[in-house]
């Protein structure tokens, strides 16, 4: 209820507001929270799901249940669409009608090392049924579906491929982004976690930085501070580059 984390989900969730206010329909975004409380953000009401004490603490499946559970009692046969962002959230109780999102796979961390096929199988059920209980479901890119085609074929053929966009008439290179210039910029814009490539960048910083004097890097994103630490300490070894 404090900190606004603008990442892609969420510009997705803000840019469907936009959309229902356009069909004359209101969003309403029900998200996992500390504590009960209420927000509004651009005529969007933001609403904390905790109820009785219950904490968002790390990504229990413990946690998950009683979010989802929660969120169901909150909205089964009072809304006119529930969609489920990420889509493994309808798990374990659908609500109806829905429609789930899957913003890319994001379980394939390093955390991926089982034993067996039960340990895959209780590490992967959240993700895997609640694809099966999505009615409909939309992807960002194919690599969801590739993923899932991998344990449940006709599964993985349910999924509707939307890509990522872009406004073009804002976001476009300059007329003469081609002419050699004093200075070149590598842009890093995107969230500062491992995740979306901080340490790749930091691990060539010093040796592009070092043969190349015209470089400069920008880092433009948020992130947790033992990340946001690490790019304070290349701010301190290049300065203003």
Not at 35 to 41: A, D, E, L, S, V
Not at 66 to 90: D, K, M, W
Not at 179 to 187: E, F, H, W
Not at 203 to 230: A, C, S
Request: net charge negative; glycine share 8%.
């Amino acid at each position: 209820g404090d900190y606004f984390y603008n990442g892609g989900a969420e510009r997705y969730l803000l840019d469907l507001g936009d959309i229902c206010a356009e069909l004359g329909s209101e969003l309403v975004v029900f998200q996992y929270g500390h504590y009960p409380w209420m927000r509004r953000y651009k005529n969007i009401d933001i609403i904390s799901l905790s109820r009785c004490g219950v904490r968002s603490e790390g990504w229990l499946l413990r946690c998950a249940r009683e979010f989802n559970h929660i969120f169901y009692q909150q909205v089964q046969g009072r809304t006119a669409l529930n969609i489920y962002s990420a889509f493994y959230e309808v798990w374990p109780l659908a609500a109806t009608p829905n429609i789930g999102i899957s913003h890319g796979v994001s379980w394939d961390s390093p955390d991926c090392d089982y034993e067996n096929a039960v340990e895959f199988w209780l590490m992967n059920q959240r993700h895997i049924e609640g694809a099966k209980a999505c009615e409909d479901l939309v992807s960002v890119d194919t690599n969801s579906a590739n993923w899932l085609q991998t344990v449940d074929f006709s599964l993985s053929q349910r999924i509707k491929v939307i890509p990522n966009y872009v406004d073009l008439s804002v976001f476009k290179p300059k007329e003469d982004y081609l002419q050699n210039r004093d200075k070149i910029v590598i842009l890093y814009p995107r969230q500062l976690y491992a995740a979306r490539g901080l340490y790749l960048v930091l691990e060539i910083m010093d040796d592009i930085l070092g043969k190349y004097p015209e470089v400069e890097f920008h880092f433009v994103g948020r992130g947790g501070g033992q990340d946001i630490d690490q790019v304070i300490d290349k701010q301190k070894t290049w300065a203003e580059r």
